[in-house]
């Protein structure tokens, strides 16, 4: 079984890409970040055509999650439960679904803005909520992973010039504990192996020529309970789909299970 994380970056401007890859990569199910649409807008008909049913969770030009799966689509669940909402709105950051014997969230982690920014104590508490809605999953028999944009870069190795980022978002030490809070929930993290280079980035920024020098962070993660990760065979960023005109700034991960 093929499970994926990919934030598209807006699935409007990605569409072609999307299902390109959907044909060549056979991933059987796919958590998407940053659709940007409204639900009634998503293309449920050009996926249903490649055999995908699709869970979406979105309102509009912002945020936006979805869960695309061609074994089966259950139990949806849209938002994460105590979600602390900013600013008096609660936004569309998660979903889950079973998807045949897997069950999956695909989550898009506030971004925290600036440390300090009401947006920053925000994505904590967000945490807080994410690790207290899938400790019974994660304690469960049951295959379970949360796939996502994450936003923060797990450990130094997991950005491109630590210095650079000294003092922003993604790298704080309380971003981190947050983000080490899953693993105390019963989810470890699921390293994809390096293809390229030593680092399997997942985020490139379009400015600075942020790609081509692989200046990128490791935020799309993948976080499994332990029958989750026994059955991994396989884990993997497909650069090849952030090449390219019209690429997202994000390339996905891919997880391949044995189950």
């Given at each position: 079984?093929?499970?994926?994380?990919?934030?598209?970056?807006?699935?409007?401007?990605?569409?072609?890409?999307?299902?390109?890859?959907?044909?060549?990569?056979?991933?059987?199910?796919?958590?998407?970040?940053?659709?940007?649409?409204?639900?009634?807008?998503?293309?449920?008909?050009?996926?249903?055509?490649?055999?995908?049913?699709?869970?979406?969770?979105?309102?509009?030009?912002?945020?936006?999650?979805?869960?695309?799966?061609?074994?089966?689509?259950?139990?949806?669940?849209?938002?994460?439960?105590?979600?602390?909402?900013?600013?008096?709105?609660?936004?569309?950051?998660?979903?889950?679904?079973?998807?045949?014997?897997?069950?999956?969230?695909?989550?898009?982690?506030?971004?925290?803005?600036?440390?300090?920014?009401?947006h920053y104590a925000y994505k904590l508490q967000w945490f807080e909520a994410l690790k207290a809605a899938v400790y019974g999953d994660a304690q469960g028999s049951r295959p379970f992973a949360v796939l996502g944009d994450y936003n923060v870069a797990p450990t130094d190795d997991d950005v491109h010039d630590p210095a650079a980022f000294e003092g922003s978002t993604h790298v704080t030490p309380a971003e981190r504990a947050a983000l080490a809070g899953l693993r105390e929930a019963g989810l470890d993290d699921i390293v994809p192996r390096p293809l390229k280079y030593d680092h399997p980035f997942t985020y490139w920024d379009y400015r600075q020529l942020c790609f081509p020098k692989n200046r990128g962070m490791r935020i799309d993660l993948v976080y499994g309970n332990e029958p989750f990760a026994q059955a991994v065979k396989d884990a993997y960023v497909d650069r090849e789909e952030r090449k390219g005109?019209?690429?997202?700034?994000?390339?996905?991960?891919?997880?391949?299970?044995?189950?």
């Open positions: 079984m093929r499970i994926a994380t990919w934030n598209v970056n807006s699935i409007t401007a990605r569409l072609p890409r999307l299902l390109a890859w959907l044909e060549s990569s056979g991933t059987d199910v796919l958590c998407l970040q940053e659709a940007k649409i409204a639900e009634e807008q998503f293309p449920f008909e050009e996926l249903r055509a490649l055999g995908y049913e699709a869970a979406v969770h979105a309102t509009g030009r912002w945020n936006g999650v979805a869960v695309l799966s061609r074994v089966g689509l259950e139990d949806v669940v849209k938002g994460l439960p105590g979600d602390p909402g900013y600013d008096g709105l609660t936004e569309p950051r998660a979903i889950s679904a079973t998807c045949g014997p897997v069950r999956v969230w695909s989550v898009y982690v506030p971004n925290g803005r600036e440390v300090g920014h009401p005109k019209g690429a997202s700034d994000h390339a996905p991960v891919v997880v391949d299970l044995d189950v």
